[in-house]
């Protein structure tokens, strides 16, 4: 059967459970997830785990545009506005879930190292559903500004938690080696080789749209640098997110122009964005979720509790609006493409824990991806900042 087949079917599938799901309130992303759920490897097969794995190059355009999107939030005036309230908030969510699923894991008699390296990926959200879900619902507000801002930084303090965690159980499992000051080191060049090449290519996306005013023109080139940007990314080894981040970042701060092609990737990315949602649904394996036992159901309740717990502590601290205290946390429960990318790099430091790790890893993203959407809309409908849709 032709790929092009496979292609409509999602899309098709995707447009009817998005339409369903709403029937019970709940977002199209968790539509999404359900239909590729249902139509992918395993359950009805309609789709073989083949194609499926032939449907990267989908994933990997449609988080370029989401981690692009995510960086036109870093608007200089919102930022000198809200000051380092993000950052802080960002910094305890993610650390406090960390601390708190290595202590409890540890507590319970797992082991240290599995525990460690758990507690660091953690700390990860998933921006694009939660970014879906803003787009949705047309969300506005306090919590959804700082909800972007925080998201977008997130992804770093994820990289960092992860790095200096490898670097602890590099040193328990081969003391007296240098390995451990390396891989602290690496996420840190990481991060910021991602960020300098980011503003490096956010510099020079002014320089086309000087010469090209038409619409249909700056589409070309705003994909061909998103494009250009995940591919560097590659190469480099560096962070498809945080150097798209930085791209949107540098273009929304250095052209007038910045709003407008925004919105003129807005009218391309629906389609990519269902597609995504569904082949990701479809590559979530439900066999998986009897065989996590203890340590899967305290990963996935602790990992909750830490994230709702510390977004609410750095909001309090940082005295932001009461709406922000209240309902940041519910909306940063997603979790996906980066935890999944991190639990591979565990499991091969410790091939011996690797099928635990992966699995647990796996079952919360099955989970987190499936309600926690439906946490995100909770979340902002709470605050008052989403639009009633029928």
């Known amino acids: ?10 899309l098709f599938s995707g447009l009817i459970f998005g339409r369903l799901v709403k029937h019970l309130r709940l977002p199209n992303v968790t539509g999404y997830l359900i239909a590729g759920l249902l139509i992918g490897p395993h359950i009805f097969n309609l789709i073989p785990a083949e194609i499926v794995s032939q449907l990267d190059l989908i ?54 190292n599995v525990s460690l390296l758990l507690g660091a990926i953690a700390s990860a959200t998933a921006p694009a559903a939660t970014i879906m879900v803003v787009k949705q619902y047309n969300a506005e507000g306090p919590v959804t500004n700082t909800l972007l801002s925080v998201v977008a930084f997130d992804d770093a303090v994820a990289l960092m938690a992860f790095g200096i965690a490898m670097a602890v159980v590099n040193s328990l499992l081969h003391p007296g080696q240098n390995s451990a000051v390396v891989t602290a080191v690496l996420p840190l060049v990481e991060i910021m080789g991602s960020i300098v090449l980011g503003l490096i290519l956010g510099l020079l996306f002014n320089l086309p749209l000087r010469f090209f005013k038409k619409n249909s023109n700056r589409l070309i080139i705003t994909c061909g640098f998103v494009f250009l940007a995940d591919a560097l990314a590659s190469f480099a080894g560096l962070s498809s997110l945080l150097l798209c981040m930085s791209m949107g970042a ?15 990737a807005d009218g391309i990315t629906p389609p990519i964005f269902l597609m995504f949602f569904v082949v990701s ?110």
């Not at 000051?83 to 540890?106: D, K, Q, R």
């Not at 990992?303 to 309902?327: F, W």
């Not at 946490?375 to 029928?390: C, D, P, S, V």
């Open 250 to 264: 540098v273009l929304i701060n250095t052209s007038s122009s910045g709003s407008e092609i925004l919105k003129i």
């Open 59 to 112: 994933s990997e355009m449609a988080l370029a545009f989401i981690a692009f999107s995510i960086g036109s939030e870093f608007k200089l005036s919102y930022l000198k506005k809200a000051g380092i309230t993000p950052i802080v908030i960002a910094l305890f969510e993610a650390l406090l879930a960390s601390v708190l699923v290595t202590g409890v894991l540890v507590l319970f008699g797992f082991d240290a």
């Open 1 to 10: 059967m032709s790929i092009f087949f496979y292609l409509a079917l999602i």
């Open 281 to 390: 649904g479809a590559e979530l394996d439900v066999s998986i979720v009897p065989k996590i036992g203890v340590i899967g159901i305290l990963y996935l309740v602790v990992r909750v509790v830490g994230k709702v717990a510390g977004a609410s502590l750095g909001a309090y601290l940082m005295k932001a609006p009461e709406t922000v205290k209240k309902y940041i946390g519910f909306t940063l429960i997603p979790q996906a493409g980066v935890a999944i990318g991190l639990s591979l790099i565990a499991s091969n430091t410790l091939p011996e824990y690797g099928k635990t790790i992966r699995a647990v890893i796996l079952c919360a993203t099955l989970i987190y991806e499936l309600v926690g959407p439906a946490f995100t809309k909770i979340g902002l409908e709470k605050a008052g900042e989403i639009e009633k849709q029928l």
